[in-house]
Structure formats: structure tokens, C-alpha cells
T-cell receptor, first 113, second 113 residues
Framework: KAGVTQTPRYLIKTRGQQVTLSCSPI?????VSWYQQTPGQGLQFLFE???????NKGNFPGRFSGRQFSNSRSEMNVSTLELGDSALYLC????????????FGPGTRLTVL | QQQVKQSPQSLIVQKGGISIINCAYE??????FPWYQQFPGKGPALLIA?????SEKKEGRFTISFNKSAKQFSLHIMDSQPGDSATYFC????????????FGRGTSLIVHP
């Protein structure tokens, strides 16, 4: 069974640009959550999608948004990039909403210059 | 406000020794306490988890000890191996149909051969 895949794995952008990250969950998993991981703040929850609807949202500005498609694949968008957005963005999938057993992808390393 | 405090930040253990990582939480509504293992370039992987109705859970060389009254839980790695060298994160979440974990800051474990 294939794991969670994230594309691209590495990305370099400049301040003010916008970026879209993609996540394909494990087959059969319908919940997708996004996390930001930085050395300073650690792992922080961004949002969770289930059945194409955002179910939960963390404490991040509106520049961070996402969506989920009917095949459960999810995208995350960050607009007007800031230097502080440089981080590893992780996607995790689970069978259903609120399922504690999450499976993480390898992440997308975003560098903002 | 850091709701889950993890210590130590780094840990060096000799092969065959016991690695102990501690976490303390504040929110008494937390009812699920997982530990994740993360290797460089990879996303976190669920290692073992516990709920407050038990004081200990063991899976192979990994054991979680849970002290509800002290609001603390710890991960013990018995017979530590060089392959266990990774970053370990504790987390905690509360019930209610959503799973939004709060993560500790992580412990970098190095096991010397």
C-alpha cells in the first residue's frame, strides 16, 4: 500500500510570491491534515480536510488556505510569502475525521528568500 | 502557551542502554498521547500511543508510562540501538470529533554503537 505522497519535495520562492503544495493520501483515507514544522515553533497544526470540507483550523493567518478534492487529494496554498514561512510542510492522512492514527508524508521543504 | 513540554532536547545513549524522554501537559481534557519518531528527510511516524485509562503500554522495546495525576508521560526505549537514532515527538489531543494534536518540541536521540 503506497504511503502519503507530497509534491514537490523542495521548493524555493521569494517573498511576496504564492505557492501551492500537493498531498495524495493513502488509498482509502479520506481525512487530510496539514502541519508546519520549524526549528523554532516545532510541529504546528494548520488545518484538516474531510469530504472536501475544512473541518478544523489551527492558528495561522488567512494567507494559508487549502482545499480537498473528491478523490481526497489535498492542496495547500500560501499567498504573499514571508521569510518566516520557510518550513517543512507535512501532510498526514487518516481513515476518517478525528481518527487519531495519522500517517505522515515526507513533507515539502519550502524556502522563502 | 506551550501546552506540552518535552525534555530533554537532546539525548545521547550507548547501545544497549535505556533512553527516556519525558513530556508534561497542562490541558486535563487531553485524552490521547502518541509518540512519533522522525528520521531526517522523513515525516513523523506513529510509534506508540496511550490513553489515560492505562498507566503503561508496551510494544516491543518501546514503553509509554503515564501518570495522570502528575500530568506526565514518558517514552522508554529499552536496549537502544543505533537505528533508533532519530527525533522523537510526544503529542496530546482532546476528544470531540476532531484530532488536533499539540506536539512537544522534540528530542534528538543519538545512540552510539
Amino acid at each position: 500500500k503506497a504511503g502519503v505522497t507530497q509534491t514537490p519535495r523542495y521548493l524555493i520562492k521569494t517573498r511576496g510570491q504564492q505557492v501551492t503544495l500537493s498531498c495524495s493520501p493513502i488509498s482509502g483515507h479520506r481525512s487530510v491534515s496539514w502541519y508546519q514544522q520549524t526549528p523554532g515553533q516545532g510541529l504546528q497544526f494548520l488545518f484538516e480536510y474531510f469530504s472536501e470540507t475544512q473541518r478544523n483550523k489551527g492558528n495561522f493567518p488567512g494567507r494559508f488556505s487549502g482545499r480537498q478534492f473528491s478523490n481526497s487529494r489535498s492542496e495547500m496554498n500560501v499567498s504573499t510569502l514571508e521569510l518566516g514561512d520557510s518550513a517543512l510542510y507535512l501532510c498526514a492522512s487518516s481513515f476518517r475525521q478525528g481518527n487519531n492514527e495519522q500517517f505522515f508524508g515526507p513533507g515539502t521543504r519550502l524556502t522563502v528568500l | 502557551q506551550q501546552q506540552v513540554k518535552q525534555s530533554p532536547q537532546s539525548l545521547i545513549v550507548q547501545k544497549g542502554g535505556i533512553s527516556i524522554i519525558n513530556c508534561a501537559y497542562e490541558n486535563t481534557a487531553f485524552d490521547y498521547f502518541p509518540w512519533y519518531q522522525q528520521f531526517p528527510g522523513k515525516g513523523p511516524a506513529l510509534l506508540i500511543a496511550i490513553r489515560p485509562d492505562v498507566s503503561e503500554k508496551k510494544e516491543g522495546r518501546f514503553t509509554i508510562s503515564f501518570n495522570k495525576s502528575a500530568k506526565q508521560f514518558s517514552l522508554h526505549i529499552m536496549d537502544s540501538q543505533p537505528g533508533d537514532s532519530a527525533t522523537y515527538f510526544c503529542a496530546a489531543s482532546s476528544p470531540g470529533g476532531s484530532y488536533i494534536p499539540t506536539f512537544g518540541r522534540g528530542t534528538s536521540l543519538i545512540v552510539h554503537p
